[in-house]
Each structure stands twice: as C-alpha cells, then as structure tokens.
C-alpha cells in the first residue's frame, strides 16, 4: 500500500481500538442514534486536521483547525445531528460553519442533502477536497455570511449552526420549513445548545445544554 493509501486509513498512527474506544464513550455520554454513531465510526476524523494533531483525532476533544477555528469534539458533533435528525428523516439541510468539513461528513451521511455556508475562504476549499477524497458527494458550498442563509434554495427541513451568535438569526428562522428543526449553539460568555421547532409562524425554542463555540461573526472573507 503507498504512504498516502496508509494516512487515509490511518494505518498506524490511530488504531481500530482506539476508534472503537470513541465509540463507546460516546454511547456512555448518551448518544444512541445507530446511524449518528455509524457515520462517525466510519469517517476519518485524522483526515480533517493538520498532520501534526492526527494521533489526537479520535479522543473525545475540540481540535484546532486554524484560522482561530476549532472542529467540535465528536460528543458535540453526535449529539447535534442526532437532535436534528429527532423529527424523522431529513431531505434539505442547511449547514451554516463548513470549517473543516468534519461536521458536515457525519451529517451527510444521515440526511439526503446538505447546503453549506462559510466565512473564510480557504477553510471551505480544504474541507471542499477532504470531503471528495472521502466520497462525499451531496454536499454543495456557499463562501457567504451564514447569518443570512442561503434563501435561494429554503426552505429547509433542518438548520444545523456551528457557531455562535447572541440571538438567533431572523433570516435563518425564515428560512426554516413549516415543522423544520434548528440546532444552535447561543450566547456569548455563557452558551447553550438550542433546539428551535417551527410550528406555522411560531418558533419553540428547547435549551440543551450548556456548550463552548467561536461566536458566528458578520462578513465573508478570502484569507
Ligand atoms: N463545524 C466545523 C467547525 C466549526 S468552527 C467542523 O466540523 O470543523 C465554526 C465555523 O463557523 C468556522 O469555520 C467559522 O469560520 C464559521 N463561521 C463563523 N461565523 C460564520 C458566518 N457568519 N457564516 C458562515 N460561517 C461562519
């Protein structure tokens, strides 16, 4: 096998153990959703971090991903989808915080499509290539300020947000199907993880629990 077919299954660096090992703390932590559990037990996390934090790819911890980002512990990431996936099968999702494209691998393994938004430029180019390398293909990217969405294609059946605004954006709300979920982190200092239901022209909001995002900023940039 060449050294590159080795780093994509890595091989050497994080054994199978170890990737098994994830997989039962998260069942620990309360994650039961089978086909949540199954993308993660089949994605290669390693291959969304730089090189030199590979060996750290499956311990049940936030990574940085550069650009001041960081790519959700799996915990995180599991319960999100998983709380998004509560109402039943999933067709149009969108995906506001693409970073490394880790997220966006789990969750589009578990709903039919997604569209993703990002600020920075170069993080969406490289989760762009990970996520074909891996053969990832329902996924379509959007270099834009999430806070507006992307009405283009809305309404969609579930929103899943990866940073953290004060207060739900309104123009993600309205972007949301009738009986459509969203999945939030917000707050500033003090954050939860939020639940927004929509019934008609009535939101219902469900706070989580407590979580640890970048704040979602205003603007798009190239660098
Ligand atoms: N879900 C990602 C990590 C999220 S870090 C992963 O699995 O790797 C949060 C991401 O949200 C960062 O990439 C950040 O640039 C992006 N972000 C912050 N504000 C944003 C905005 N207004 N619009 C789009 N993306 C935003």
Do not use: C
């Not at 149009?92 to 039919?112: N, P, W």
């Not at 999945?183 to 003090?190: A, T």
């Amino acid at each position: 096998m060449a050294r590159d077919e080795h780093y994509k299954n890595g091989i050497g660096m994080t054994s199978q153990r170890t990737r098994e090992r994830l997989l039962e703390r998260l069942f620990e932590e309360g994650i039961r959703n089978l086909h949540v559990l199954e993308a993660i037990r089949r994605t290669p996390r390693h291959l969304f971090v730089d090189e030199a934090l590979a060996h750290r790819a499956y311990e049940d911890t936030a990574l940085p991903i550069g650009h001041n980002q960081t790519l959700s512990q799996p915990y995180i990431v599991a319960r999100m989808t998983e709380l998004l996936l509560g109402g039943g099968p999933l067709d149009k999702v969108m995906e506001v915080g693409t970073g490394s494209g880790y997220q966006t691998a789990i969750l589009a393994q578990v709903v039919e499509r997604i569209f993703s938004v990002e600020r920075i430029y170069p993080l969406q180019e490289r989760a762009k290539v990970v996520l074909k390398d891996i053969n990832i293909r329902n996924v379509v990217f959007r270099h834009a300020d999430g806070n507006w969405g992307w009405p283009q294609y809305g309404p969609y059946d579930a929103i899943l947000v990866t940073a953290a605004p004060a207060e739900v954006p309104r123009e993600l709300l309205s972007q949301l199907a009738d009986g459509g979920r969203m999945v939030i982190p917000v707050g500033e200092q003090d954050q939860h993880l939020m639940l927004v239901v929509r019934n008609g022209e009535e939101f219902i909001y469900q706070q989580v629990e407590p979580v640890r995002f970048v704040p979602l900023l205003a603007g798009a940039i190239r660098s």
